[in-house]
């Protein structure tokens, strides 16, 4: 059984950043209050859980004006959407060999 665990991503064992990525793996991008909204959390915890997966290079942010008001979105890289795969695999094959 712990072989199976070895390939579960940390980054993803806290449910926010799970649905961050999840949300992001359907999208091309999302903005900070759509997070914040369907995620049901507050700016400084969403801000928190959005700068440790940022510092994995699993997503990027881009900050821009519309209508002279700020808009940040971010979207999933190349290594996040890898990533996040990679985990999906490894609860799948935890969840085959142990169910």
């Given amino acids: 059984m712990k072989e199976y665990l070895e390939d579960i991503n ?3 064992e806290s449910k926010v950043r799970l ?3 999840s949300m992001l793996m359907v999208n091309d991008e999302v ?3 759509t997070f ?7 700016d400084g915890n969403l801000a928190s859980h959005i700068k ?3 510092g994995l290079n699993y997503i990027e942010v881009k ?3 519309v209508e002279r008001k700020p808009k ?13 795969h990679e985990h999906l695999q490894a609860l799948e094959a935890f969840l085959k060999n142990n169910l």
């Fill in 10 to 12: 940390k980054a993803f």
């Fill in 19 to 21: 649905g961050i990525m």
């Fill in 31 to 33: 903005d900070f209050n």
């Fill in 36 to 42: 914040k909204e369907l995620l049901g959390l507050t």
């Fill in 52 to 54: 440790a997966l940022e």
């Fill in 63 to 65: 900050k821009q004006f």
């Fill in 72 to 84: 940040t979105t971010y979207s999933k890289t190349k290594t996040g959407e890898k990533a996040f």
